[in-house]
């Protein structure tokens, strides 16, 4: 049979699109080695502040705090009053000394904690948009070069829930023609080779919809993540990353409250701090 009757003539039944919903999972975050901290601060005369803030956490201190205030009190030599003789007044509540922070926009300290999301079920205008954010970030998406399309997960946004029915046959044609043109160009036959699979592979995404679901993983420190949830929760930003940005947010408030305690959440879903270009 010619390829082009392939096309035409899928042999597999059509199945029914494969609806997602995007998801959002923290999977990493900083971890400070307790041992290595107080070593140095017994050499600058600082550890009567780690003892102190390991006491009031009850031995558990919230890591991504303490690196970032540890960071920020080595700017000053700040931990005990005297250390510098231009210091007279050190702060003590662990939330205070954050909103200096944020008030004084002292923002570099912020980027030496970073943490690792995994997005699932996203779209690849989802990714194109995050990707732009390099700056103290790092990507790793998962290839359609190399991750071949069988299905095509896909969400309908609410502005084309009029015509519904219209997306989801779109959606299961581009399918079906996926894996009848993976058939008639004879992928899975025996001795193919790899190299072949990977061109044929990349050719076909480029008859993919963009709004495939897909997944990334992405890095970004704190300085990076204030940013981009208050650019990516604006009213005139894309619906989707609202979406999953909204639930970003929630997650770092609970993670670390005193670095985000300047952010709050709006009637229309916008999350908006009161120090801006920390």
Not at 224 to 236: D, F, K, N, Q, S
């Amino acid at each position: 049979m010619p390829p082009t009757a392939a096309l035409r003539d899928p042999t597999r039944e059509s199945a029914a699109m494969r609806e997602t919903a995007p998801s959002v999972h923290l999977i990493a975050r900083p971890s400070v080695d307790l041992g290595a901290m107080r070593a140095y601060l017994e050499g600058v005369g600082g550890a009567s502040w780690l003892e102190h803030r390991e006491r009031e956490a009850g031995g558990a201190p919230n890591d991504a705090q303490l690196l970032i205030e540890f960071c920020g009190r080595v700017c000053y030599r700040s931990w005990e009053p005297g250390l510098n003789k231009n210091v007279t007044r050190v702060r003590r509540d662990q939330d205070e000394y954050f909103g200096n922070l944020l008030s004084s926009l002292h923002g570099s300290v912020f980027e030496h904690a970073s943490f690792t999301f995994a997005f699932r079920n996203v779209s690849r205008v989802f990714t194109h948009e995050l990707v732009r954010h390099r700056a103290g970030s790092a990507f790793s998406q998962e290839s359609l070069r190399y991750v071949r399309l069988t299905e095509i997960g896909f969400r309908v946004p609410p502005a084309l829930e009029p015509i519904r029915d219209q997306v989801v046959s779109l959606v299961e044609q581009l399918e079906e023609f996926q894996v009848s043109a993976a058939q008639a160009l004879a992928l899975d036959e025996d001795g193919v080779p790899f190299a072949v699979k990977k061109e044929i592979t990349s050719a076909l995404r480029r008859l993919a919809p963009i709004g495939l679901s897909t997944d990334i993983v992405w890095t970004a420190n704190v300085r990076t993540l204030r940013h981009v949830i208050e650019m990516r929760t604006a009213p005139g930003a894309e619906e989707e990353l609202r979406l999953v940005f909204d639930r970003v947010a929630r997650i770092m408030q609970r993670e670390v409250p005193g670095l985000f305690q300047d952010f709050g959440r709006a009637d229309d879903g916008s999350w908006l701090p009161e120090h801006r270009k920390v």
